[in-house]
């Protein structure tokens, strides 16, 4: 029905950069809010960033200044700039997305995940 493919993870070095990217395609209406969540290994998951249809943005306290969510309406496309990024940041990082579907109703969909390593 709705898929949602993330892209863009791997090794990186302490200080790098990345972008993930979360592409939804399916039976779409319109995508309301989209996010990144993160979990690392032993940890729970945690919320790291949204953004609503009409733009605003909110980000956690500990990726604040560093990334920068953003989405592309046209191509139901989400993406994560991660910069200056730290040990403390590797993680599964994991995309959502509320989607009004074709024929009605509006349900939560997640990606499978892609695996960001921050190591030396």
């Known amino acids: 029905q709705v898929q949602l493919v993330e892209s863009g993870g791997g090794l990186v070095q302490p200080g790098g950069s990345l972008r993930l990217s979360c592409a939804a395609s399916?039976?779409?209406?319109?995508?309301?809010?989209m996010g990144w969540y993160r979990q690392a290994p032993g940890k729970q998951r945690e919320w790291v960033a949204r953004?609503?249809?009409?733009?605003?943005?909110d980000y956690a306290d500990s990726v604040k200044g560093r990334f920068t969510i953003s989405r592309d309406n046209g191509k139901n496309t989400g993406y994560l700039q991660m910069n200056s990024l730290k040990p403390e940041d590797t993680a599964v990082y994991y995309c959502?997305?509320?989607?009004?579907?074709?024929?009605?109703?509006?349900?939560?969909?997640w990606g499978q995940g892609t695996q960001v390593t921050v190591s030396s």
């Open positions: 959502n997305a509320q989607i009004a579907l074709l024929h009605g109703g509006v349900q939560d969909y």
């Open positions: 953004i609503t249809r009409g733009g605003r943005l």
């Open positions: 399916g039976s779409i209406f319109s995508i309301n809010a």
